[in-house]
């Protein structure tokens, strides 16, 4: 489950820098209801994209954008609850882990769903059917 963080040099602290994925991956974990699940955790990894602050634009003018894009299969983050969450706990890690001056406005969460099928990890395809399946087993 690919989080991306976009975010311009000078906003993120040195430590928001090195904190930002490992705090949105667990509040994706918490979001999902699958904390503690190895199989789940084991998948969750992301990048961290710091561009020169005249490379970030909204509104088609230069901006200091904070963007964390999530990628998921189609069965994660299922309901609303479960995607506004995410989405809340993500615009308030940035907040937490960004210079003071940082607007919480300009932080954007976005979270994207790859089509059944169409998620794979290794080399091999997984349906929702087998990432469930997957999960199930590392519960128990």
Known sequence: MPITVTAPRGVLTAEGEREILPRLTEALIEASGLKGNTFFTSVVGGTVHVLEPEHIYGGGVNRPL??????LPDI????LESRTAFIAAATDIVDALTVPAHDRRDTWVNILNALDGGWGLGGQTYTGDALVAAVTAAAQ
């Open 66 to 71: 904070v963007m964390v894009e999530l990628k």
């Open 76 to 79: 994660g983050l299922p309901s």
